[in-house]
């Protein structure tokens, strides 16, 4: 990766993981409360920005940090985009669709959703396209997984339960993001 295009992201990068600790801090303020949704707005991105102690805070960063560099054709701009975008369509997917959700706080859904915007878009580059759908088949493996085992030893070393619910609808808005991203390049280009 050249030194131009790797500086922003590490800026980018250094002010996301800022940004999620400072939130951290006053994480009760800017968690998913399905009751204060439409009340207090910007919870319809914070909630996917602050997390239920700093492990999980740690491992949602770590993951995080790993995808600029495991895809660096992504610009920076796209990542911002993503995590503009996908945090809320989560949140929203969670009022109108699983009302049941009270209450949820971490970047995991967003995650997904981004690694799987990503890989799907990187599907048509050629160089890349093995890469990418070996990274969109272990997602698929661990969506699978969640949903028939479980995911026990992450909810206890977290602290809480895992809401895979998130990490679906993560999944299916990255692919309906990759999508239009595609159509979208497709028009522009022509």
């Not at 009270?102 to 859904?109: D, F, N, T």
Request: with cysteine; glycine share 6%.
């Amino acid at each position: 990766m050249k030194t131009q295009f790797l500086i922003p992201k590490i800026v980018f990068l250094a002010v996301f993981v800022s940004i999620c600790a400072s939130l951290q801090v006053f994480k009760d303020y800017f968690i998913y409360w399905q009751d204060d949704l439409f009340h207090d707005f910007w919870r319809l991105w914070t909630a996917h920005w602050v997390h239920v102690g700093w492990i999980h805070f740690a491992l949602n960063m770590l993951a995080f940090i790993c995808l600029p560099f495991i895809f660096p054709r992504v610009s920076t701009w796209h990542f911002v985009a993503i995590l503009l975008i996908l945090s809320p369509l989560i949140s929203l997917s969670f009022y109108f669709f699983l009302p049941d959700i009270e209450a949820y706080a971490g970047l995991s859904g967003v995650l997904h959703g981004a690694y799987v915007a990503v890989a799907c878009v990187h599907l048509m580059y050629k160089r890349e396209r093995n890469f990418a759908a070996f990274v969109l088949l272990l997602i698929l493996a661990k969506l699978v997984w969640e949903n028939t085992v479980g995911n026990t030893g992450t909810a206890e070393l977290i602290g809480s339960p895992v809401l895979v619910e998130a990490h679906l609808l993560g999944v299916i808005w990255g692919i309906v993001i990759a999508v239009f991203y595609l159509i979208g390049n497709y028009f522009w280009d022509r």
